[in-house]
């Protein structure tokens, strides 16, 4: 969680290198800046550091995450097949 003024990014060049643009926000309270804060020069700006190390643990999330979605699919599939057959008599 970012303690920081999150910037909206719009057409800054360097958006996607920008701490201050790519953190995940605070969900209960995170304060934003209402226009990009480096417009005319880089003064606000914060790089991401081991940004390369922070996407290779980002893909493992979403590898992780997409494994359990699946199981749980596939867990949610037998379920309604033992309902159904239950239901059926079998």
């Known amino acids: ?33 209402n226009k990009p804060m480096c417009k005319d020069n880089f003064e606000h700006f914060i790089t991401i550091e081991g940004r390369e190390q922070r996407i290779e643990i980002i893909e493992g999330i979403e590898l992780k995450f997409n494994m359990l979605t699946r199981k749980q699919n596939e867990a949610l599939d037998e379920l309604a097949k033992q309902t159904q057959e239950l239901d059926l008599g079998y």
Do not use: H, L, V, W
């Open 1 to 33: 969680m970012p303690d920081i003024c999150m910037c909206p990014g719009g057409s800054c060049s360097r958006k996607s290198e920008c701490f201050r643009y790519c953190a995940i926000a605070n969900q209960y309270m995170q304060t934003y800046s």
